[in-house]
């Protein structure tokens, strides 16, 4: 089976810092595959980033993301209040999870 | 606009079995997949499978198989979700997702999410 690791497993930050938070398959996995969510409590997850570095319909140009080998990064660039929330790499799986909280 | 609505909170005794329903509206839903993921209290999200609503094709987690089925109803474009045997540690938030996948060979990305549907189970 696949499984996501996901470094950083929490991190502080301030509101415009920019925020790379990566992502690592245990095998090759094709970019096409790996997506990020954003999830906040109480609330449904939302979809960021599909395959890899497509930016989702409607969500922010600050959000990115890269692939390189078995590594993907998500990256936040000016954080902004409303960004604190959990980041979940996922291909099927789900990586554990990076949750991002104010400094 | 495009909805999933799911079936209300569930209190099930452990060994009993739960269906999660999940209605769709606002797209075609045989164009689509539907993924079920779970978070039990304090932990990530947890994928437990896949349905294709195009010809009903399943690919379950390795963690549920034997214990989960899932189906779907293209006449009221409904998803449903089983889980039987239910032991304490499924207490959890079950939700579903639309999946872009509509075959086992397209990427599982969800896009739209139901409310989710809190299970407890307890003696």
Not at chain 1, 77 to 91: G, R
Not at chain 2, 7 to 19: D, H, I, Q, R, Y
């Given at each position: 089976d696949?499984?996501?690791t996901?470094?950083p497993?929490?991190?502080?930050?301030?509101v415009?810092?920019r925020?790379?938070?990566?992502c690592?398959?245990n095998?090759s996995?094709?970019?096409?595959?790996?997506?990020w969510?954003?999830?906040?409590?109480g609330?449904?997850?939302?979809?960021l980033?599909y395959?890899?570095?497509?930016l989702?319909?409607?969500?922010?140009?600050r959000?990115s993301?890269?692939?390189?080998?078995?590594?993907?990064?998500?990256?936040?660039?000016?954080?902004?209040?409303?960004d604190f929330?959990?980041y979940?790499?996922?291909?099927?799986t789900?990586g554990p999870?990076t949750?991002?909280d104010?400094? | 606009?495009?909805?999933?609505v799911?079936?209300?909170a569930?209190?099930?005794?452990?060994?009993?079995?739960?269906?999660?329903s999940?209605k769709?509206?606002?797209?075609?839903?045989?164009a689509?997949g539907?993924?079920?993921?779970?978070?039990?209290?304090?932990?990530?999200?947890?994928?437990?499978?896949?349905i294709?609503?195009?010809?009903g094709?399943?690919?379950?987690?390795?963690k549920f198989q034997?214990r989960?089925t899932m189906?779907?109803?293209?006449?009221t474009?409904t998803?449903?979700?089983?889980?039987?045997?239910l032991?304490?540690?499924?207490t959890?938030v079950?939700?579903?997702?639309?999946?872009?996948?509509?075959?086992?060979?397209e990427?599982?990305a969800?896009d739209?999410?139901?409310?989710?549907?809190?299970?407890?189970?307890?003696?």
């Amino acid at each position: 089976d696949i499984q996501m690791t996901q470094s950083p497993s929490s991190l502080s930050a301030s509101v415009g810092d920019r925020v790379t938070i990566s992502c690592r398959a245990n095998q090759s996995i094709s970019a096409y595959h790996l997506h990020w969510y954003q999830h906040k409590p109480g609330k449904a997850p939302k979809l960021l980033i599909y395959a890899a570095s497509s930016l989702q319909s409607g969500v922010p140009s600050r959000f990115s993301g890269s692939a390189s080998g078995t590594d993907f990064t998500l990256t936040i660039n000016s954080l902004q209040p409303e960004d604190f929330a959990t980041y979940y790499c996922q291909q099927k799986t789900f990586g554990p999870g990076t949750k991002v909280d104010i400094k | 606009q495009v909805h999933l609505v799911q079936s209300g909170a569930e209190v099930k005794k452990p060994g009993a079995s739960v269906k999660v329903s999940c209605k769709a509206s606002g797209y075609t839903f045989t164009a689509y997949g539907i993924s079920w993921v779970r978070q039990a209290p304090g932990q990530g999200l947890e994928w437990m499978g896949w349905i294709s609503a195009y010809n009903g094709y399943t690919n379950y987690e390795q963690k549920f198989q034997g214990r989960v089925t899932m189906t779907t109803d293209t006449s009221t474009s409904t998803a449903y979700m089983e889980l039987r045997s239910l032991r304490s540690d499924d207490t959890a938030v079950y939700s579903c997702a639309r999946d872009l996948a509509r075959t086992p060979l397209e990427s599982n990305a969800f896009d739209i999410w139901g409310q989710g549907t809190m299970v407890t189970v307890s003696s």
